[in-house]
């Protein structure tokens, strides 16, 4: 089964572009310069932020379900990232180097399935979970710090 995964519209967050350390604070953003690799995952182009590249770290509302499954947590968005993750069968790499919870959810926002799942052979958990006719689309998260990390959909 064909599947399309997608990272946060990139116009989301193009107002908080070079926005001052100020007016970040009051929004509860933090800007923070990356100075190791693999340690940012940008929920936008679903890459790794790059050594010397500036993140925002923000709360985001990535199930808004009015359900007992409405959820918020902490993501990294690259500052000024203009491209958004928008591909058919093709798994990005910052999904590939890490362990995944995939979680199911049903049109209503209610959650139907989960599993966890090494990145690298996340395919089969996929097609698993899309499969079930009542899944609606899958939310996909890093399963260390229980980050939200991209949207799956049948294709």
């Not at 007992?68 to 902490?74: C, F, I, K, L």
């Amino acid at each position: 089964m064909s599947f399309r995964i997608t990272g946060l519209p990139a116009t989301e967050f193009a107002h908080l572009a070079g926005a001052s350390d100020e007016r970040l604070a009051e929004l509860g953003i933090l800007r923070k310069r990356i100075d190791a690799p693999h340690s940012a995952p940008d929920r936008i182009s679903l890459r790794d932020a790059e050594p010397g590249e500036t993140v925002l770290l923000l709360n985001y509302e990535h199930q808004a379900a009015a359900t007992p499954y409405r959820s918020r947590h902490a993501i990294y968005v690259i500052e000024g990232e203009q491209r958004t993750f928008d591909a058919i069968d093709q798994v990005p790499d910052v999904m590939r180097r890490r362990q995944l919870s995939l979680r199911a959810f049903d049109a209503r926002g209610m959650m139907v399935d989960a599993d966890v799942v090494d990145g690298r052979e996340v395919e089969p958990l996929i097609a698993r979970l899309l499969a079930d006719a009542r899944t609606a689309y899958v939310h996909a998260h890093y399963a260390k710090r229980g980050c939200y990390a991209a949207r799956i959909e049948r294709a």
